[in-house]
């Protein structure tokens, strides 16, 4: 059977072309896919701050439920301090010589470029720094600053902190073992430990021993409640972009690995089901003189595995390439950090590989199934006239997942805030699948319909388009299967963005009612800022502002989850910022108070007087008092909480937008340096620029699946239209010219192409309407109609180029030769 399908795969070479490039793409994408998460579950950050410390032992950045069920846990989105009294805990390990405490504290120094830290001195050893030349800081107004700050001593300079803007005098300047990606400015023990503002904690534990089980021995000593890092992993211990760098390349590859795959089932099966009935008559008389059932199975598993191999050969390759250049773009926009490097370990090209190799056997096998099963009279007379029926098993199948998907997006337009979007996905891979599964009744169907009309506009070619479609049923569904998988995911895909995005954009605007808005190139607005702003003559308010991100334990689909939530912290009353308050007072939003979105509300349940419980963004627990329900969840954050709250448990503890209504824009400009100033239009350009970057992984994800289902879809109709030489030829010989025949052609590419856009169409529908009821209560999606109907002209012409093309070539041969070759 091994040599058999050596021998069949040398025949059959045109044929399997197909398979051969949907395989090759599709261990490409997954190898790509891998390499990501590989190199996030593998991250490794040079250390610089910690550069000098074995050991490094600082908070934990995971928050996971108090369950015996297994729990991936939510990523804090602050820094998470931890007790200075664990020095103590630490020195008694064995083998620890030395524990030396960090606090560190983003600071804006005036006129650096780049992230700057604040430190106290008697952490410069950690790096370690020395210093070049001067003297360590003394007093509350001294300073060290780092040699790449290009400062000189008893030089002047201006930092913002948490407390606002104050001037120092350089004493020192210090010098690290080599170029670091964060400066640093030390303070004295006392002023950084204001700075930092989190009495009795720091940020982390530098901590010097012998031994090399150091990190293991203290890991057991502490417990839980802290994290050890050792070796390159100190590196995630100094910087939270470098952990949300290391999360955001897990889960973007884990996500798009998942829909790799079950595109590359649904394209990998078209193509080798297209392969197989090319080769009925072949198969049939295999049955026809003795080869049993599982003789025929056996030989095509084998074959479809033969092509597997020749396809990750240059698939894994191809894959590391594709990754490597996704990882440098991830670099470039500073999704992912500068120390990050690209890994690529043998375990995902492994799993690439099988991936592939499985794919294509089960393709296969599943193509050849009844072909192998039926008796060989049977198969002869079906190698000769298309079997009309679909399968009982396929058919069953088909309709389980339409009832299902059906099911889901009736459910998903009575359900809830985020349950309803969150079906969206599922939605339409059901819907998808259905469509492939029943491809030649919807093939049929489409004839039905356009056949009047057809016949009537093109007697002859149109008339024989449609003839050949319902008869040909199955061979035009294997092409037009990948079409509406391209069109309904691109669709789903582009119009969530543009209904999320539609939404959020509109929210922002409507909400803001300021004249103008701050904002600061450093890492955020010192209170200094809004207390000069208020004294402005003419200016009739100010709102200060910070985002963040909170942890809601809560229940869906009874299970409990931890959902994270983007929040806003705000000072009150709220000047130039209307969230749409529906019920209760943002005035009342002191303390332990908080205020929800609607959709925020319905996924925990709440209301106006409840209690909820959260994590703000470093970690801590509180219990809420609910004072207000608002709209506008989409444009400001889900949840509005008080802005000392949000202030005392951020890393910058320093404003992110200040909102001012009146005074004049030259005024506001001369308040600090490296101040932003906005005005309404300005603002608006600023929100559509930041979705536009939210949006950008996005776009590309879908880019390289649609080139992946573009070539295959191109692939398909070439291998489609190229086996049809012998009908071809008979239409020719039987009177037919050749342009009655390209004529033909174009009218079948013309109803798979409609069939796509209509059945993608409907697909993407219910999938769209749930998202949108469930994340702003409409069911109306926001579609752009240029972005749709240039979506449609592309499917459109795709089908067309793909199946003229090929058909083209074939009539240039002689009718005679073709028939009888």
Not at 167 to 177: L, M, S
Not at 373 to 385: D, F, H, M, Q
Not at 777 to 794: E, F, N, Q
Request: a positive charge; aromatic letters at 4%.
């Amino acid at each position: 059977m091994l040599r058999l399908a050596f021998a069949t795969s040398r025949g059959r070479l045109p044929s399997l072309v197909g398979s051969f490039i949907a395989l090759l793409f599709a261990v490409a994408l997954v190898a790509s896919c891998g390499l990501l998460m590989d190199s996030g579950l593998r991250a490794r950050v040079p250390a610089e701050r910690y550069g000098a410390a074995p050991v490094v032992v600082a908070g934990q950045q995971q928050i996971t439920l108090d369950t015996e069920e297994p729990d991936m846990g939510q990523s804090l989105s602050e820094p998470a301090a931890i007790p200075a009294t664990l020095a103590g805990k630490i020195a008694k390990v064995p083998g620890v010589t030395r524990v030396v405490p960090e606090v560190g504290f983003p600071v804006g120094l005036t006129g650096a470029d780049g992230r700057v830290v604040g430190r106290s001195w008697e952490s410069a050893g950690l790096t370690p720094y020395t210093l070049n030349e001067g003297r360590a800081p003394a007093a509350a107004g001294e300073i060290v600053v780092d040699v790449t700050l290009s400062r000189k001593v008893g030089e002047k300079a201006r930092v913002a902190g948490r407390d606002g803007v104050r001037e120092y005098t350089v004493t020192g300047i210090a010098g690290g073992p080599g170029p670091a990606r964060q400066a640093s400015v030390f303070f004295t023990g006392e002023r950084a430990a204001e700075l930092f503002a989190r009495p009795g904690k720091v940020s982390a534990f530098g901590v010097f021993g012998e031994g090399e089980r150091l990190a293991e021995r203290v890991e057991r000593a502490l417990g839980d409640s802290v994290t050890v890092y050792a070796g390159d992993q100190r590196g995630l211990a100094e910087d939270a972009s470098a952990r949300e760098g290391r999360e955001m390349l897990i889960t973007l590859s884990g996500s798009l690995g998942g829909v790799i795959v079950m595109v590359a089932v649904l394209v990998v099966s078209g193509a080798f089901g297209l392969a197989i009935r090319q080769r009925d008559r072949e198969i049939a008389l295999l049955r026809a003189i003795g080869a049993t059932p599982k003789q025929v199975r056996t030989m095509i598993g084998r074959e479809a595995l033969v092509v597997g191999l020749a396809a990750t050969v240059p698939g894994l390759p191809l894959g590391v390439a594709v990754g490597t250049w996704l990882f440098g773009q991830f670099v470039a926009r500073g999704v992912v950090p500068e120390g990050f490097t690209p890994l690529a370990g043998p375990v995902p090209m492994l799993v690439a590989a099988g991936v592939g190799l499985l794919t294509a056997w089960l393709a296969a096998r599943g193509a050849v199934r009844r072909a192998a099963r039926i008796k060989p009279t049977e198969a002869l007379g079906e190698a000769a006239v298309e079997r009309r029926e679909l399968g009982r098993g396929r058919m069953i199948t088909g309709l389980v997942f339409l009832a299902l998907g059906l099911s889901a997006s009736g459910l998903s337009m009575v359900a809830a805030g985020e349950t309803a979007a969150a079906s969206a996905g599922a939605i339409v891979l059901l819907l998808i699948t259905a469509a492939a599964l029943l491809g030649p009744w919807l093939v049929r169907l489409a004839a039905r319909l356009a056949g009047g009309v057809v016949g009537r506009t093109s007697p002859v070619s149109g008339y024989l388009a449609v003839a050949n479609t319902k008869t040909a049923a199955k061979r035009l569904a294997a092409v037009a299967s990948p079409l509406i998988l391209m069109f309904a995911f691109a669709s789903t895909t582009l119009f969530s963005q543009s209904t999320l995005g539609h939404a959020a954009t509109r929210q922002a605007l409507e909400g803001n009612l300021a004249d103008y808005v701050l904002e600061s190139t450093g890492p955020g607005l010192p209170p200094d800022v809004a207390r000069a702003a208020r004294d402005l003559p003419g200016v009739k308010g100010v709102t200060e502002t910070i985002g963040t991100k909170v942890i809601a334990d809560t229940v869906e689909l009874g299970a409990r989850t931890l959902k994270p939530l983007n929040a806003i912290g705000l000072t009150v009353p709220a000047h130039g910022i209307d969230l749409g308050v529906t019920s209760g007072s943002l005035d009342r939003l002191h303390g332990d108070k908080v205020a929800l979105s609607t959709l925020t509300a319905g996924s925990l349940g709440a209301s106006v007087g409840d209690r909820v419980r959260l994590r703000l963004g470093d970690g801590v627990p509180v219990k809420l008092t609910v004072v207000a329900v608002y709209e506008r969840g989409l444009g400001y954050g889900d949840v509005a909480l008080p802005y000392p709250l949000v202030r005392d448990h951020s890393e910058t503890g320093m404003a992110g937008r200040v909102y001012v209504t009146g005074g004049t824009k030259e005024r506001l400009a001369a308040l600090t340096p490296g101040l932003t100033v906005l005005d309404r239009a300005g603002a608006g350009a600023a929100v559509n620029a930041a979705q536009e970057f939210s949006d950008w992984v996005n776009l590309l994800v879908l880019g390289l699946i649609i080139v992946f289902i573009a070539i295959s879809v191109v692939n398909t109709l070439v291998t489609a239209t190229g086996a049809r030489v012998r009908e071809f030829a008979l239409l020719r010989l039987v009177g037919g010219t050749r342009r009655q025949v390209r004529g033909m052609v174009r009218w079948e590419a013309l109803l798979v192409g409609v069939l796509a856009v209509i059945t993608g169409t409907l697909i993407a529908a219910p999938t769209l309407m749930a998202l949108s009821y469930g994340v702003t209560g409409s069911p109306l999606p926001h579609v752009p109609p240029l972005a749709y109907a240039a979506m449609a002209v592309a499917t459109m012409g795709l089908a067309y180029s793909a199946a003229l093309t090929p058909a083209r070539t074939v009539l240039l041969g002689r009718p005679a030769e073709q028939i009888r070759g």
